[in-house]
């Protein structure tokens, strides 16, 4: 069986968690399946990459909206699926070229939902009319697909709620994955050794606590809400922002600004804006006092079990799939919310839940010994809960319902 992986993206290119899930995703199948990758980003150098063809934009649509770049990109990884006995896409970017390849070659279509374009309205600022192209395309993927797979019970809710003409039957869950080796804590001396000079070449003070964010800078990300709760924190803890790749003009001024006050009257502010080795990333986690993910939409949060496979306590928003991974006060805090029902997932209230959100950081920086404890149940779930063979068996498991 060969089953074709479609995806915005793929290593070296991976700035989110979807790319991290496919290329995880692609590892395990490996052992069971042949899989072929179809990515973004041009064509991979196959020393480095194997089995993976890499698509460049149209040169036609070289200065066409970003959604219609994309459908360019879906149309000639449809026709390169050609051989394959099921397709596998990973959102809406690769979500058409999909549809089109089970179209074409008469397989079955089946994709992950990462995210919803409806619940993400906010998109309209970074694609103008795309927005409509993106959010057309996700449809008529999801409605027409044999299987959709959801990284969490409240991603399915999503899903059915959204897009009503889709069969429940169809639609399977299938939580996100860790790789248990390479998010671990550093052990022996020279490791430990190393990750603390990467962290104050960082500019970290190892020596105090800290609350680590990692993520995109997105309107679902939750990042200003965090930068005004962090006001109210005691002002020996540190903030540390794992964060880059912005949505929007927009969105990367918002930000700018309220990073630059908070600079101005607390110390301890580091923003780390290039995306950092893994293994410079975990020495970060493994320095930290607790991760933060502020998200007001996050249908599971890969960050949320790479953090806990460090060992962190998360303080999490309680939205989307992240209460199906943070267990409220064994491996961390939920924040409560109550959200806008328009799509955006705004908070109704901000000023209340900057405060929550405040409140239940400075808790946990404030209680070191009930952080560690947490750390340790937080690397326990994941362990025991979201292992990559775990992952595998039952995509294989889904795979087998859609041909049937």
Known sequence: MRVDLLTREYPPNVYGGAGVHVAELARVLRRHVAVRVHAFDGPRDPDEVEGVAGYADLPQLSTANPALRAFGVDLAMAAGAAGADLVHSHTWYANLGGHLAALLHGVPHVLTAHSLEPLRPWKAEQLGGGYALSSWAERTAYESAAAVIAVSGGMRADILRSYPAVDPDRVHVVHNGIDLEAWRRPADPAQTARAEATVRGLGIDPERPSVVFVGRITRQKGLPHLLRAVEDLPPEVQLVLCAG?????????????????????????????????????????????????????????????????????????????????????????????????????????????????????TAMVSDTDRAQRMGVAARKRVEEKFSWDAVAERTLEVYAAAQA
């Open 245 to 361: 790749a912005p949505d929007t003009p927009e969105i990367a001024a918002e930000v700018q600004k309220l990073v630059a006050r908070l600079q101005e009257h607390r110390s301890g502010v580091v923003w780390i804006e290039q995306m950092l080795p893994r293994e410079d990333l975990v020495a970060v986690l493994a320095a930290g006092t607790t991760f933060v993910c502020p998200s007001l939409y996050e249908p599971l949060g890969i960050v949320n079990l790479e953090a806990m496979a460090v060992g962190l306590p998360v303080v999490g928003t309680a939205t989307g799939g992240i209460p199906e991974v943070v267990d409220d006060g064994v491996t961390g805090t939920l924040v409560p919310i109550d959200q806008v029902e328009d799509g955006s997932g705004r908070p109704l209230d901000p000023a209340t839940f900057e405060r929550d959100l405040a409140q239940a950081l």
